[in-house]
């Protein structure tokens, strides 16, 4: 289709949730009132990193007037998770993090509950602690799963019993030892990425009413109501259709929020009091401790090149610190282990990702889903080479750029891409080659750095999407859909694909927040592949209510369908300029014949989506023979910053971004999303980390020893761009870019840094204190 004959694709709009949010009246869960039964609930955490639990007292909390239930391991002996099953509601005989929730109390009052909760009594016995991946790798390392050959988990993950492995993804294309013998330079090396946090304005709240009915409702702050539903059924034994998760707005997930996480502990406390609601919401604390945070990265780097600058083989061995539990996390190193050549055609590749345990917290989905932490080593890497062979590092990447038709490190062929452009868009707009303008103090620098990357959806290949539309008296709609809103401009994604169907102008259009009783099934809001998803599903509802529409409208007048077509809400002929039926006409009452019969019924369109064309068996010693991902988004991103020596501290002075979109459903939320992403980005590669004491403890676990970015950082002259090359099954030629645009920044200012001083930072973030030690190393 013509991008001239879209009227609502492709134009930009007004969010469809923006008043609502912007006046307060948006409805967040812990804005729920749940009644005066409602009750709370505190949470016993381990004090221990690595512990085994020899005996747990309960007797003296539960003697306290007001308490109703205290819950522990020995209520709920499961274990639950989405990929690999190594979490139990409560621990039965170890800790194996600190903080990790121990036991729960559920009491009248929030202060009861948090006075009942110092008196369980926990007599621990301490265990060795593993806190470093290439430690916990060796043979002599202590077990953190011992149980591990016994955990339940999906087939395309590898678990290595007797070790702390939880999974490798293994890939071997062409012959990696032969070309580095036929190339005319290699570099090798190591980086390091560290565990960094979500961060989401709104903590995690969940609450939870079990009735004497037999069912569980659930209100939870959640990117994944459906999926919660499903693992929460089969973790407690309880049949799906018994549980009801409502899904409300969501003040930010950025993928911590995927799967289940203290959601469960809403559910067993709810089971031990019928007919009382109960409500936890994390502190932000609690938000460092105990819900998942991004996995610390230790990646080997060997590329080899040809003068031309022709990269013609790649060594890339991923050590991910998964934390304690990799039920999540093991996917994210899997994801990874299959992209991790990056956006670039190379023939001979070796790729090892291991899922490691240690005593951290446990690791899950995080914005970029483990792109960003490879691409830091493989984009610096690739700025580093660059350099060594004499070739411009945006050239080198434009050479080596993968194009359509080249195969990716698992075999498959690449897809439509626009790479080249979005690379060239990028350098254009940061004006690439030409020095910056000179700094006013004498002690500060500034220099460029460039990024280019790539990101594919990761979900099982079974993952699917499904829509209703139902009409009312007034032609109006309704879209009852399970995406999850998570302020990216879905609604109005949905809207303005349903609009452009059914030609309905947007204020006639609704779309429902979740709800698992009321909304058709979504896998997760995970993975930017919502929009590509779920929109072919609102788009194949919309078809099939517009059919309908076609089909009453022919029958009641005797028109050829193929003369009919819609638009602004009404039915009209190619053939009679003066025809026209409005569908508040006929869409719930249908059409009046004249002897006094009807034609129609209610309108209601029903679309599924499912990718049928994926697979995720592969052989796991080479991951050739499947087709793991759907497809890839590509982009590029730049940098200009100054950087004072006498501080080290770094400013950004302006960014450029761009991504093929495939299509912009709505543009200008699209580069919100660009400078959204870049901001975030930002955060993770100047000042994010989580410090670790030797015990296992978080040493940064608020907003006072954790920085991330505020208003007075970001830069005054941003350029997102957006480049459409259409994804062939994408509703109207789109793919998602959500997490995408945070991917280019750690790499794009570390490239800058050494463009600026000469001084290369391995490990983020490029804190001022590591510029000045760097400085100070370069000349001694």
């Known amino acids: 289709m013509k991008e001239l004959e879209l009227k609502y694709v492709g134009h930009d709009a007004v969010r469809l949730d923006g008043l609502e949010k912007i006046t307060g009246t948006a409805k967040y869960v812990d804005d729920i009132d749940l009644g005066p039964a409602t009750l709370y609930v505190s949470i016993l955490r381990s004090p221990y990193a ?44 170890r800790v194996r993090y600190v903080g990790q929730h121990v036991a729960a109390v559920v009491a009248a009052t929030q202060e009861i509950a948090d006075e009942a909760v110092k008196l369980i009594e926990v007599e621990y016995e301490p265990l060795p602690v593993i806190q470093d991946p290439l430690v916990a790798i060796k043979e002599d390392a202590p077990l953190i799963h011992p149980d591990l050959g016994n955990y339940e988990v999906v ?138 945070m991004r996995q610390e990265l230790h990646a080997y780097i060997k590329m080899g090149v040809k003068k031309d600058g022709t990269i013609v083989a790649l060594k890339h061995q991923l050590y991910w610190d998964v934390g304690a539990s990799a039920e999540y996390g093991s996917n994210v190193v899997n994801a990874t282990g299959f992209s991790a050549i990056g956006p670039y055609r190379i023939p001979n590749v070796w790729i090892d990702s291991f899922a490691i345990y240690t005593n951290r917290p446990p690791c899950g989905a995080y914005r970029g889903f483990g792109y960003s932490e490879f691409h830091f080593g493989l984009e610096s890497h690739m700025d580093r080479v660059a350099k060594a062979i004499g070739m411009d590092p945006v050239e080198f990447r434009k050479k080596n750029a993968i194009q359509e038709g080249d195969t990716v490190a698992y075999g498959v062929e690449m897809g439509p891409t626009g790479i080249l452009k979005c690379i060239d868009e990028v350098a254009k707009a940061i004006e690439w080659g030409k020095p910056s303008e000179p700094p006013k103090e004498p002690h500060k620098v500034r220099a460029k750095g460039f990024a280019a990357v790539w990101k594919a959806p990761a979900m099982p290949a079974n993952e699917s999407s499904a829509a209703f539309i139902k009409f009312s008296e007034d032609g109006s709609i309704n879209i009852l859909v399970s995406g999850m809103e998570l302020g990216q401009g879905f609604l109005t994604a949905m809207a303005k694909i349903a609009a452009e169907e059914l030609s309905l102008p947007l204020e006639k259009i609704r779309v429902e927040l979740p709800d698992t009783d009321r909304n058709p099934y979504e896998w997760q809001t995970v993975a930017s592949h919502v929009t590509w998803s779920c929109g072919n599903a609102v788009r194949r509802a919309a078809i099939d209510a517009r059919e309908q529409i076609l089909d009453v409208i022919s029958r009641a007048y005797y028109i050829e369908k193929a003369n009919l077509y819609l638009e602004d809400g009404k039915v009209k002929c190619y053939t009679k300029p003066d025809f026209e039926v409005p569908f508040e006409s006929f869409v719930i009452d249908g059409v009046q014949m004249p002897d006094g019969t009807y ?177 100070k190393e370069k000349t001694a």
């Open 50 to 93: 690595h512990a085994i639990i020899k005996k747990i007292d309960t007797s003296k909390a539960e003697a306290l007037d007001g308490v109703y239930a205290v819950v522990t391991g020995k209520d709920f002996p499961y274990r639950y998770g989405l990929y690999l099953k190594d979490n139990y509601v409560f621990p039965l005989d």
């Open 155 to 292: 087939p395309w993950l590898y678990p290595q019993p007797g070790t702390n492995i939880a999974h490798v993804r293994k890939i071997r294309k062409g012959n990696v030892e032969e070309a580095f013998k036929e190339a005319d330079f290699i570099l090798e090396d190591w980086y390091v990425v560290p565990h960094v946090v979500h961060a989401p304005i709104e903590t995690h709240v969940s609450a939870a009413l079990y009735t004497p009915d037999g069912r569980l409702t659930m209100w939870n702050s959640s990117q994944s109501p459906h999926t919660q539903r499903n693992i929460i059924a089969r973790s407690f034994k309880m049949k799906h259709k018994d549980i009801r998760v409502i899904a409300p707005y969501v003040g930010g997930g950025f993928g911590g929020k995927a799967g289940v996480n203290m959601e469960v502990v809403a559910a067993a406390c709810a089971l031990k009091v019928p007919g009382h609601p109960v409500k936890i919401r994390y502190t932000r604390k609690e938000e460092f401790y105990d819900t998942s």
């Open 599 to 775: 034609r129609g019924g209610p309108i209601l369109g029903r679309g599924s989506f499912m990718p049928e064309f994926t697979s995720a068996k592969v052989n796991p010693e080479t991951g050739q023979g499947g087709h793991p991902n759907v497809h890839y988004t590509t982009g590029a991103g730049a940098v200009e910053i100054e950087i004072d020596t006498e501080t080290g501290r770094i400013r950004v002075l302006r960014m450029a971004e761009a991504f093929d979109a495939g299509k912009a459903i709505n543009p200008d939320i699209v580069k919100q999303q660009i400078t959204g992403g870049f901001v975030q980005g930002l955060g993770t590669a100047l000042w994010e980390e989580v410090k670790f004491a030797e015990d296992g403890r978080i040493l940064n676990p608020n907003f006072t020893d954790y920085k991330i970015p505020t208003a007075l950082d970001v830069p005054r002259e941003m350029h997102p761009i957006i480049v459409e090359v259409p994804q062939p099954d994408g509703p109207f030629g789109a793919r998602g870019i959500a997490e995408h645009t945070m991917i280019p920044v750690m790499p794009a200012v570390a490239n800058a840094v050494e463009n600026a001083l000469g001084v290369r930072i391995k490990n983020p973030p490029l804190t001022a204190e590591k510029i000045i030690k760097a400085l």
